[in-house]
């Protein structure tokens, strides 16, 4: 057989234009297409940098850092707290509240139980100690879910001085400040400064002496002034300058001149 060849015909000059413009119009449309791409990246990166500018916090002086690095201390220290011979703790059972109990943690850090006897509690957080007693109590309960309370923790105490209404020893809450000390112990007096003394003593058993302006503190609270107790801090509200004056006065005129040293005023 003898082969063939087939011709094939050229496409004409009308075709090849059409194909042409097909393809001028698929490229423009593609550039198009990129275009919008690229404004819609540039507008979503822009309102995401808007977004993180007007989420981000505001910058904070020095004295606002360290009293919130300490309030922060304080609420970590709280939730790890660790229990301590003399914290008084409560104790409930929720299906077996006849074994509800209030107790205090010995010297030894030992605690009596019902039925059980004496376990470890010094050194425990409270919800470690939970696990112990559930562990403890399944041969006598069948359900223990024994929940502990840290009532009282004459460890995580505050002491309030000077010129206020009730001085004393003061719970030392989360995050308690020390206006919301003075507040516990009932305010100032009318004979108190605007200075309040914090004493502090540090990791190796000095005193740090810190003065409070607590007329700024109450003033402007973002200003830093109203400090972050921690455990064991004492504070100091001394006398004005007024009041020692008149107290000087009382002491040393009034009570020492057998007569009265002022002349009344006739009304």
């Known amino acids: 057989m003898s082969a063939r060849l087939i011709n094939c015909p050229a496409p004409s000059l009308e075709k090849r234009g059409h194909a042409a413009r097909s393809l001028k119009y698929i490229g423009r449309l593609s550039v198009g297409l ?18 993180r500018a007007a989420l981000a916090p505001s910058a904070l002086t ?47 850090g030992m605690i009596t139980m019902r039925l059980i006897g004496d376990i470890p509690a010094a050194g425990l957080t409270p919800a470690r100690l939970s696990q ?28 309030v001085e000077g010129e206020v209404g009730k ?7 989360p995050g308690m400040t020390a206006l919301q000390a003075i507040a516990s112990t009932g305010g100032l007096t009318p004979e108190s ?19 409070i302006d ?19 801090d004492i504070l100091v509200i001394p006398r004005s300058g007024i009041a020692n004056v008149d107290l000087w006065v009382d002491q040393h005129i009034r009570k020492l001149i057998p007569v009265n040293p002022y002349l009344p005023i006739p009304m």
Do not use: W
Not at 70 to 89: C, F, H, K, R, V
Not at 198 to 203: G, N
């Open 167 to 173: 001085p004393g020893a003061v719970a030392l809450n």
């Open 132 to 159: 112990q007693l559930d562990k403890d109590y399944l041969h006598e309960l069948r359900e223990p879910n024994a929940a502990v309370h840290v009532k009282n923790m004459p460890s995580r105490q505050i002491y």
């Open 62 to 108: 020095p004295e606002q850092c360290a009293a919130g690095a300490m309030i922060q201390a304080a609420s970590e220290t709280d939730n790890t707290y660790l229990i301590q011979p003399g914290d008084q703790l409560g104790i409930e059972f929720y299906l077996n509240p006849d074994f509800n109990d209030d107790i205090v943690v010995r010297p030894d």
């Open 193 to 211: 400064g605007d200075t309040a003394v914090l004493i502090r003593r540090d990791f190796c058993g000095s005193p740090q002496r810190t003065d």
């Open 34 to 51: 990129c275009a919008l791409a690229l404004a819609g990246c540039t507008a979503s990166s822009s309102n995401g940098e808007a977004t």
């Open 214 to 232: 607590l007329k700024a503190a109450m003033k402007s609270p973002a200003q830093g002034e109203d400090i972050a107790l921690l455990p064991r």
